[in-house]
């Protein structure tokens, strides 16, 4: 179960990143709180990615 759940994640990291190229990185935070189909782990999870990306794009 634990790698299902480890490849799942992985999919939706993989995913992320070409919603923040489509998107943009400001606007994904949106369209994940939104997504009906992805758990609140998971959206949190990816949250704390996209917050790590918009704290050291500047950087």
Known sequence: MMTLDKNRFQLLKANLEKLIA???????????????TISEIEKTSLLFLV???LAYKDI
């Open 22 to 36: 489509t998107v943009g990185l400001a606007n994904v935070s949106d369209y994940i709180v939104s997504d009906k």
């Open 51 to 53: 917050e790590n990306k």
